[in-house]
């Protein structure tokens, strides 16, 4: 089997983040509303709580009720699946498997990397249906042309990889599939770089990321500290 980079904008500042993070405030709204229905109207009433977007102190209390591993996990999950499916990878005859999420310590530099897998031939047969495509040529000169700040450790000639596909590191076959991928779905798009932004709205629309939260919840440990919030606000009057 092939490791390979998945093409994804990762999980920081990116269309992606943003639906969780309205995932998150989705699901406090309603854990508020399960836990607390016999004091939800007085809630209302003295807090700025629209039933949309809640209070800080709500949100942290279901934030830090989240396992954000987990909830990153099923998110790239997803997106590997919808990629598939958008570029009709399985019509090809290739089969791509999700392998693992990476997080970097800070994101100054790198984001999110989704690993996947792919069996030899299924990897010979996707660079065979990619490189000949004008999109290929791009994102090569995109990503792999050294500049001020970035030296890349690769080519950015078509005819290099293709003379030394053979013989390719497992490095150099983990960048491949990222360059593959990222080609196949800028050929599909007409070399637009919209692909990603229709995977997110079709997630979003089958409600992906409002699954991945609720599942990653702690449910039991919110709706305490809820509670214990709810008593508080009540005693002290104040949010």
Known sequence: ??????????????????AIDEAVNSHACWLLKQTTAHKYTEITEISEFDGETPPDSIKTIVSDSIDYDA?????????????NKAMGINTFGIEIKFKGVWSPREYNVHTEQITCEISE???????????????????????LTSRPGFISFYSNDKQWWIDNFNTLTPDA?????????????????????????GIWEDMAGNDEYGEAVAKACNHCQAAFKLGMWVNETFTTGEL
Request: aromatic share 16%; net charge negative.
């Open 173 to 197: 076959k983990y960048c491949l599939g990222y360059l593959c991928l990222k080609a196949m779905a800028l050929d599909i798009d007409g070399c637009s770089s919209t692909w990603e932004q």
């Open 1 to 18: 089997m092939v490791a390979i980079r998945f093409p994804f904008a990762g999980l920081y500042e990116s269309i992606h983040s943003h």
């Open 71 to 83: 909830v990153k996990e099923s998110v790239c999950k997803k997106f590997v699946d919808y990629f």
């Open 121 to 143: 031939p299924d990897f010979e047969k996707l660079f065979t249906l990619t490189n000949s495509t004008t999109a290929f040529e791009m994102v090569l000169k995109d990503e």
